[in-house]
């Protein structure tokens, strides 16, 4: 008879993601059996959640089949796509953050859903910088001063909006606190953008469209850079993003490629919405199919 292992990661954090994991852990222990569940609760250091998640499965490995519920936002599932990508560990989103773009993306709006079915299995394309692995995006600049435009009681009360209202805060910045991207040209020349992000996913920041056409099993990435120019210019940009229409600006320079360059220097990167201790210029490319993830059956 096949067995199963079940791990529960949830953000410690979150009040509503430990509510949430305590009924799964519940109904899963009736349903599994109390030896095959493991709740996992987030630690200060993502780090450590990922040796952690790299325990269990090395301590599971003897089971037909492993999966990780993932109670919280973005940013947890990017933890365990760490250890998930290109393994037999299986993935499945409970949306309990602020942005929640892969669960979008997957259709999952019930967080109980999970409790209901085991859904289905499909493959989903990550992207890959350098160590480390993105569900979403990989992005420097704009996207790295949002993180410190979005406030504990934005975050509580706009929801995913917050971006949106961090973006527009963002656009009546001082132009010396504004981010600049040093950018080398064909012709020797530099340049400056203020954002640039490499994209799997058709949404970044709770619902952003970045790139409209982008599929769950991606074969390439999208870039995506908006160049340093005067702020009466970049209404355009943020219009047409409002729009979800970004290819429509003359602000924003769109390509897609498997392999792409991001970032230099100076400018710190972030993976799905969290900061890593990394600058560019570092080469990001496309894992085509490279996590197994379980969302709702359609019932199309």
């Not at 059996?33 to 003897?62: C, F, P, T, Y």
Request: hydrophobic share 35%; glycine share 8%; aromatic share 8%.
């Amino acid at each position: 008879m096949p067995t199963k292992a079940i791990a529960i990661y949830y953000k410690s954090s979150s009040a509503r993601a430990r509510s949430y994991a305590e009924v799964y852990q519940r109904q899963l222990n009736h349903d599994y059996g109390a030896s095959q569940i493991q709740l996992l609760a987030s630690q200060a250091d993502r780090k450590v959640d990922i040796q952690q998640l790299h325990e269990w499965q090395d301590n599971h490995a003897h089971y037909d089949e492993l999966e990780c519920i993932v109670i919280g936002g973005d940013g947890s599932v990017n933890i365990v796509a760490q250890v998930a990508t290109n393994s037999k560990l299986e993935l499945s989103v409970v949306p309990s953050g602020t942005g929640n773009d892969l669960a979008s993306a997957l259709t999952i709006t019930d967080w109980r859903w999970r409790l209901q079915s085991e859904g289905e299995l499909i493959k989903r394309s990550v992207g890959k910088l350098g160590e480390y692995y993105f569900i979403n995006h990989a992005g420097c600049g704009i996207s790295v001063a949002l993180q410190q435009l979005q406030g504990p009681l934005s975050k509580r009360w706009l929801g995913r909006y917050s971006y949106l209202w961090a973006l527009c805060r963002y656009v009546f910045w001082l132009p010396k606190r504004r981010c600049k991207i040093a950018v080398t040209h064909d012709d020797g020349s530099v340049g400056y953008d203020e954002f640039q992000v490499a994209t799997v996913n058709r949404t970044i920041g709770g619902g952003i469209v970045v790139y409209p056409d982008a599929k769950l099993t991606q074969p390439q990435l999208g870039l995506l850079r908006v160049p340093q120019r005067p702020r009466w210019r970049q209404f355009n940009a943020l219009y047409w993003l409002l729009r979800k229409q970004p290819q429509r600006s003359p602000m924003i320079s769109f390509s897609e490629a498997t392999k792409v360059t991001l970032g230099d220097s100076v400018n710190q990167l972030e993976l799905d919405g969290d900061s890593v201790d990394l600058c560019g210029p570092v080469d990001v490319e496309i894992c085509v199919g490279g996590l197994t993830v379980r969302r709702p059956i359609s019932t199309r």
